[in-house]
């Protein structure tokens, strides 16, 4: 293999790698938003506490509370789509 076959395949996987980091950061982006959409059950744009623990929570309804806290950064009670999804 000589070096500019080296530096081209190098470089294609460099380019590959970033489009797909940037495909999976849209898509967590979009899958964030989505569950804001089927949380939020009757369409306010904010997620109460109710609405939230309306679902199953894997981790269990403990986890599912400290998340909610956390993500409720003004601490109103409940979360809207920025403090759901920050940077969407
Ligand atoms: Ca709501
Ligand atoms: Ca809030």
């Given amino acids: 293999m000589n070096l500019w076959k080296?530096?081209?395949i190098i470089a294609l996987s460099i380019t590959v790698f970033?489009?797909?980091?940037?495909?999976?950061g849209q898509g967590r982006g979009m899958r964030?938003?989505?569950r804001?959409?089927?949380?939020?059950?009757?369409?306010?744009k904010k997620i109460?506490?109710?609405e939230f623990m309306d679902i199953p929570h894997?981790?269990?309804?403990d986890q599912a509370k400290i998340m909610f806290?956390?993500?409720d950064s003004n601490?109103?009670?409940?979360?809207?789509?920025e403090e759901f999804c920050p940077g969407n």
């Fill in 6 to 8: 080296a530096t081209a």
């Fill in 18 to 24: 970033t489009g797909y980091s940037f495909a999976q």
């Fill in 32 to 34: 964030c938003l989505q």
């Fill in 36 to 44: 804001f959409a089927e949380l939020d059950t009757n369409n306010d």
């Fill in 48 to 50: 109460t506490f109710a």
């Fill in 58 to 61: 894997p981790r269990g309804d």
């Fill in 69 to 71: 806290k956390a993500k």
């Fill in 75 to 81: 601490k109103d009670g409940e979360l809207t789509q």
